[in-house]
C-alpha cells in the first residue's frame, strides 16, 4: 500500500461529479442512519439481556467485542477487494446480514445465540461501511469533508435514535420488540439497490481505483508514521465512546437510582449531542485545517469528561451532551486526512478507519466490563475521562499542502 505514496505520485484521472450530487449523498446518509439504528439496539438492549440472561460486566462487554470485532476485522479487506473490483450492489449484502442477525437476537434463548446474532450485525456493517463511505466521496463534488461529515450526521442520528426507539418499543414489549427493527433493514435494503443503480451506472470502474486526493511530497516513512498517528487518537475516542454508549446506562442507574427508560433517553441526549457535533467538523476542516479540527475535537473534550463522574444528575447530563458535541466532531476530519494521505485507497482506508473505531470501541468495551466487575461503574467513568488527554499527540501530525 504504502509503495505508492511518493513525491512523484501522479493519480489517475477521476471521473467523480464535479459538483456534489445531493440526492445521493442524503441517501447514503440515510442508510447509514438505518444501518447504525440497527447497531445501537445492541448496546441499548444491554440492560435487558443483563436481567434476562444473568450477565456479568465482563458478559456484557464480550457482547460487544463480538458484535465490534466482526464489525472490524472485515472492513479493511472490504475496502482493498472494492478499490479493485467496485461492488455497487455489496450495501444491500450488508443489510440483509443485518436483518438477519436482528431477527436472530429477538429470538435468541441463550448465551451464545445472542453472540452469534450481533457477530451477524457486525458481518452486516463490515460490508457496508467501506462502499457506502466511498459513495459519500464520489458524490462530494470535491466537498470531501463535507460529505464525510453529512454520512457520519446519518450514523451518528442513528446511534441517537437507537437507544431512544429501544425505549420506546423494546423495553415496553421485550426482547422480541426488537423484530420492529427488522424494518429498517428492508428499508435500508431497498434504498441501497436504488444507490447501487446510480453508482453502476453514473461512475466507471476505474474512476474508482483513482484517487481525488492531494498530491503529496511526504516520504513513506512520514506516511506511516502519521497513520499510526491518526489510529492512536481513533484508540483514544472510541475506547471512551465505548464506555459511554455500553456503560451510561448503568452508571445512572447507579449513581442516581433512574429506570432503565429514564437512562436510556439520557444515553440518547448524549448520542444527539454526538449527531449535531459531526455535522461541523468536515465543513470546518475544508476550510480552517483537518489537524486543527482533530485537535481541538480529542484534546477539547477532556475538561469535561474529567468533571463528569463528579457532577449531579442536571450537569452529568448537560456535560455529556458538551463531550457529545466535542468529540463527535473529529472523525470525518480523520478519515479525509488520512485518505488525503494515501491518495487512490478510499475504501481500504474507509474500511480501515472505520473497521478500528468498531474494533477499539469492542476491545475496549471488553476491557472496561472487566475493570467494572472487579471495581465500579465509577470507577471505569473516572478512568475513561483521562483518555481525551491523548488528543495533544495531533501535534505530531504534518500539514498537508492542501492546508488540511
Known sequence: MMNSVTAQQTPEPVLQPQRTVYPILFAISFAHLLNDTMQAVIASIYPMLKVEFHLSFAQIGLVTLCYQITASLLQPFVGLYTDKNPKPFSIAVGMGFSLIGLMSLAWADSFGLVLIAVSLIGVGSSIFHPESSRIA?????????????????????????????????????????????????????????????????????????????????????????????????????????????????????????????????????????????????????????????????????????????????????????????????????????????????????????????????????????????????GYVFQICAFLPLIGIITGLLPKLKTGN
Open 137 to 377: 466521496h464520489l458524490s462530494s463534488g470535491g466537498k470531501r469533508g463535507f460529505a464525510q461529515s453529512f454520512f457520519q450526521l446519518g450514523g451518528n442520528s442513528g446511534s441517537a435514535l437507537g437507544p431512544l426507539l429501544a425505549a420506546l418499543v423494546v423495553a415496553p414489549f421485550g426482547q422480541h420488540g426488537i423484530m420492529w427493527f427488522s424494518l429498517a433493514a428492508l428499508l435500508g435494503g431497498a434504498l441501497a439497490i436504488h444507490i447501487g443503480k446510480w453508482y453502476r451506472g453514473s461512475i466507471l470502474p476505474k474512476s474508482v481505483k483513482a484517487a481525488s486526493g492531494t498530491h503529496l511530497a511526504l516520504g513513506q516513512k512520514k506516511v506511516v508514521f502519521s497513520l499510526v498517528i491518526l489510529l492512536i487518537l481513533i484508540f483514544s475516542k472510541y475506547v471512551y465512546l465505548a464506555g459511554m454508549t455500553s456503560y451510561y446506562t448503568f452508571f445512572l442507574m447507579n449513581k442516581f437510582g433512574l429506570t432503565i427508560q429514564e437512562s436510556q433517553i439520557r444515553l440518547f441526549i448524549f448520542s444527539a449531542a454526538v449527531a449535531i457535533g459531526t455535522v461541523a467538523g468536515g465543513p470546518i476542516g475544508d476550510r480552517f485545517g483537518r489537524k486543527y479540527v482533530i485537535w481541538a475535537s480529542i484534546l477539547g473534550a477532556a475538561p469535561f469528561t474529567m468533571l463528569l463522574p463528579y457532577a449531579n444528575l442536571f450537569w452529568t447530563t448537560m456535560l455529556s451532551v458538551c463531550i457529545g458535541l466535542i468529540i463527535s466532531s473529529a472523525f470525518s476530519a480523520i478519515v479525509v486526512y488520512a485518505q488525503e494521505l494515501v491518495p487512490g485507497k478510499v475504501g481500504l482506508i474507509g474500511g480501515l478507519f472505520f473497521g478500528l473505531s468498531f474494533g477499539m470501541g469492542g476491545l475496549g468495551s471488553a476491557l472496561l466490563g472487566n475493570l467494572a466487575d472487579k471495581t465500579s461503574i
